[in-house]
């Protein structure tokens, strides 16, 4: 490994969540993976695909992904064994391990496709035998990792050389003109790749990753050419000929990720660069107020778009690429990214019990749904994702930096980090900056230690009120995003903060989108016409005309969270609540009590307009996935004729 993070993350398991966060992430992981009888009967699906091979049989010319669901859930069992130390887990992880290596054939193929060779498109049909194997040989080399069983290793090696003979440079069919949405799925696969290669070091596996990268500049009717076209700053929906079509964002992020881990072990810089240039574009164009991107999973400059419609795999990739970036520039604006997602996108990504998620989140009346995915169950992509996406916060709370102690998210709960001289420094986080933005970190060094405590000072907190051995001082946000204190520190030392949770407010701006009524009209329409396909669902669902109209809106944010009128809360007329004007700044907010089954709970009074409007944390907005019961909206629309 050339490169080196410049902050270092704890080896997950050294940071546990509590409070509210650690109670949402916890749900999902009891419901998922951690009860014994659930995760039986979830798992026997994902094994039983490799055992049975019908992916390709399903359907004429079409092949299936029943494939990526072993890969996906057990990437987030090992990550739920890692985070809570679960050994039941970590014995299951390797029991599923051993029946999928039993299913590999002597050739080294193992995949849910009958037909191996089956990579290419027909006529009418799809393919997803690349991306899956892409999610089961990530999935042996994290198991391996976990276990320390070399079989594990030895199958992903052999199931990487047997993909090469059918795909790449010395096979017949090059890797951009397999599977669905023009090769851009299965060139994803670069970052299990370059994993293999630092464990093994074996040259092939290195030269097939340069293989990829330097394909996606070789086929103009494939993907889009992403190092290359990365160096530009030119917006990423615009390097798609039909972007609505096949622009799609979970792979073209996971893509970004590969090149991440291409950097660590060429130094390559233009590959940094690259993903740096955009992530940035990413922010500008695609990213939502609630931090998911992309509109429907397709980059289409989404953020010029009212209606919201967002996938939660393209948030958890998102966060991905945030904490590698995160991990390797030491800047905490990717922290800011990563807090503002994982609270509201992930967490309501998930409904109250944590046994299922969404497919999309709106941004008003009805969230959708996952349905099942290919004939199975107990599996879809998102639903499989998310465990592992709300795991992944805990490497960012707390870090190693510049030989000292760095927090970066400010939900409560406890870990340690070991500097770089051994010592292992305690860590506790009280109070809760999505609440009362009031926080104490408590530092417990083994004795009186001297070392840097770098604080992340959110850019949403104007004015932070920092108190530590009897002193007390108001913080600007820094320049480079970090308060850092060098002291000397003893055992119960504290620091305190409190963050400023005045209200903030941020307007949709229409003209962003003048005139593109094409865009408008598909993306609405897009909206409108997906619907909650579980069994049992609501007899009923949005229509085009709920659609909230391209026009002058009001958003209310408080600390990391977005805020939402829902019909639960007391004294809601209607949702969207509309307003008579435009205000001229942010509401003032009276907290209330909150109704059951959400969070927090406020009155906004807008100076100038009279009557209040209650509002409520994104997080619980709609999370009864039924607007019958909780209809709601980010949203306030604004009327037209006052705001011109």
Same mark, same amino acid.
């Not at 069983?149 to 992903?156: F, H, I, R, T, V």
């Given at each position: 490994m050339?490169v080196s993070?410049?902050?270092?993350p704890s080896?997950?398991g050294s940071?546990?969540?509590s409070?509210f966060l ?12 951690l009860?014994?009888g ?8 994902t094994v039983d ?6 992916d ?6 079409s092949g299936?992904?029943?494939?990526e669901?072993?890969g996906?859930y057990?990437l987030?069992a090992i990550?739920?064994c ?9 014995a ?7 029946q999928?290596i039993a ?7 193992i995949g849910t496709?009958?037909?191996s060779g089956?990579?290419c498109? @027909?006529?009418?049909? *799809? $393919?997803w035998n &690349?991306?899956c194997r892409?999610?089961?040989l990530? !999935?042996?080399i994290?198991?391996w #990792?976990l ?6 290793l ?9 993909l090469?003979t ?17 090769g851009?799925a ?5 970052t299990?790749?370059?994993?293999l290669?630092?464990?093994t070091?074996r040259?092939r596996?290195?030269?097939y990753a340069?293989y990829?990268v330097d394909?996606w500049?070789?086929h103009p009717d494939g993907?889009?050419?992403?190092? @290359?076209?990365g160096? *530009? $700053?030119?917006? &990423?929906?615009t390097?798609?000929?039909n972007?609505? !079509?096949?622009?799609?964002?979970? #792979?073209?992020?996971?893509c970004l990720?590969g ?6 072990v060429t130094?390559?810089e233009d590959?940094?660069r ?8 990413l922010?500008?164009?695609e990213?939502?107020p609630?931090g ?12 010029r778009l009212i ?18 970036l995160l991990?390797?520039t030491g ?7 990563i807090?503002r997602t ?13 046994t299922?998620a969404?497919?999309?989140?709106r941004?008003s ?5 996952a349905?099942q995915h290919?004939?199975?169950e107990?599996h879809q992509?998102?639903v ?6 709300l795991?992944q916060?805990?490497?960012?709370a707390?870090?190693q930096r ?7 998210l400010?939900?409560p709960?406890?870990g340690?980090?070991e500097l770089?001289t051994?010592?292992?420094i305690q860590v506790q986080?009280?109070g809760d900056?999505?609440r009362?933005?009031?926080v104490t ?7 009186q230690?001297a070392?840097p405590?770098?604080l992340?000072?959110?850019q949403w907190?104007?004015?932070?009120s920092l108190s530590t051995?009897?002193k007390c001082?108001?913080?600007?946000v820094?320049?480079?995003?970090w308060h850092v204190?060098?002291?000397v520190?003893g ?13 903030r ?12 009524e094409k865009?408008?009209g598909w993306?609405n329409g897009?909206?409108a016409n997906?619907k909650?396909?579980?069994?049992n669902?609501?007899?009923?669902s949005?229509?085009?005309?709920d659609?909230?109209?391209q026009g002058?809106a ?6 990391p969270?977005v ?5 639960r809360?007391?004294g809601?007329?209607?949702v969207?609540?509309p307003?008579p004007?435009m205000?001229?700044?942010?509401p003032?907010?009276?907290a209330?009590p909150p ?7 406020y009155i906004?009074?807008?100076e100038?307009?009279d009557?209040?409007i209650p509002?409520c944390d994104?997080p619980s ?5 039924d607007q019958r019961?909780s209809r709601f909206?980010m949203?306030l629309p604004?009327n037209?004729s006052?705001s011109?």
């Amino acid at each position: 490994m050339l490169v080196s993070d410049v902050l270092s993350p704890s080896p997950l398991g050294s940071w546990r969540f509590s409070g509210f966060l650690g109670q949402r992430i916890d749900a999902v992981l009891t419901a998922r993976l951690l009860e014994a009888g659930n995760r039986e009967r979830i798992h026997a699906e994902t094994v039983d695909a490799f055992r049975k091979r019908v992916d390709d049989r399903m359907n004429p010319n079409s092949g299936l992904w029943q494939g990526e669901f072993w890969g996906k859930y057990i990437l987030s069992a090992i990550a739920a064994c890692a985070y809570t130390g679960d050994r039941d887990l970590e014995a299951f992880v390797a029991d599923s391990t051993r029946q999928l290596i039993a299913t590999q054939r002597e050739d080294g193929y193992i995949g849910t496709y009958d037909e191996s060779g089956f990579v290419c498109l @027909r006529p009418g049909g *799809t $393919n997803w035998n &690349v991306w899956c194997r892409k999610y089961t040989l990530w !999935g042996l080399i994290e198991a391996w #990792e976990l276990t320390g069983n070399d079989d594990a290793l030895k199958a992903a090696c052999g199931m990487l050389d047997h993909l090469m003979t059918e795909v790449g440079p010395d096979a017949p069919t090059d890797i951009c003109r397999t599977g669905t949405f023009n090769g851009l799925a299965s060139t994803s696969i670069l970052t299990p790749v370059i994993k293999l290669y630092g464990h093994t070091a074996r040259q092939r596996y290195l030269d097939y990753a340069l293989y990829i990268v330097d394909q996606w500049g070789k086929h103009p009717d494939g993907p889009p050419d992403i190092f @290359r076209k990365g160096l *530009t $700053n030119i917006p &990423v929906h615009t390097w798609f000929p039909n972007s609505g !079509g096949w622009a799609k964002s979970y #792979e073209f992020v996971s893509c970004l990720e590969g090149l991440l881990e291409l950097y660590r072990v060429t130094g390559e810089e233009d590959y940094l660069r690259c993903v740096k240039n955009v992530h940035a574009m990413l922010a500008q164009w695609e990213r939502a107020p609630i931090g998911s991107i992309s509109f429907n999973d397709k980059f289409v400059g989404a953020n010029r778009l009212i209606n919201l419609l967002s996938e939660v795999c393209d948030a958890v990739y998102w966060n991905r690429l945030s904490l590698q970036l995160l991990r390797l520039t030491g800047d905490p604006a990717y922290a800011d990214e990563i807090e503002r997602t994982l609270l509201n996108t992930l967490v309501p990504g998930a409904n109250p019990d944590g046994t299922w998620a969404l497919r999309r989140l709106r941004s008003s009346h009805e969230h959708v749904p996952a349905p099942q995915h290919c004939k199975l169950e107990h599996h879809q992509c998102c639903v499989n994702n998310l465990p592992r996406g709300l795991i992944q916060a805990a490497e960012a709370a707390l870090m190693q930096r510049n030989g000292g102690v760095a927090v970066l998210l400010y939900s409560p709960g406890k870990g340690k980090v070991e500097l770089p001289t051994g010592q292992t420094i305690q860590v506790q986080i009280d109070g809760d900056s999505a609440r009362s933005g009031h926080v104490t970190v408590t530092l417990n060094p083994d004795c009186q230690t001297a070392f840097p405590l770098a604080l992340r000072i959110p850019q949403w907190s104007a004015v932070t009120s920092l108190s530590t051995g009897g002193k007390c001082r108001k913080l600007a946000v820094p320049p480079d995003g970090w308060h850092v204190i060098e002291r000397v520190w003893g055992p119960g030392d504290t620091v305190e903060l409190q963050f400023d949770m005045r209200a903030r407010m941020s307007t949709f701006d229409p003209s962003l989108i003048a005139g593109d009524e094409k865009l408008i009209g598909w993306a609405n329409g897009q909206w409108a016409n997906l619907k909650n396909m579980l069994p049992n669902a609501p007899p009923h669902s949005v229509t085009l005309a709920d659609a909230i109209p391209q026009g002058p809106a009001v958003l209310v944010e408080r600390g990391p969270l977005v805020l939402a009128s829902d019909a639960r809360v007391p004294g809601t007329p209607t949702v969207p609540h509309p307003l008579p004007e435009m205000p001229d700044q942010p509401p003032t907010l009276e907290a209330i009590p909150p109704p059951s089954g959400i969070a927090q709970a406020y009155i906004a009074h807008f100076e100038g307009i009279d009557s209040p409007i209650p509002l409520c944390d994104f997080p619980s907005a709609g999370n009864t996935w039924d607007q019958r019961t909780s209809r709601f909206s980010m949203w306030l629309p604004v009327n037209s004729s006052a705001s011109t």
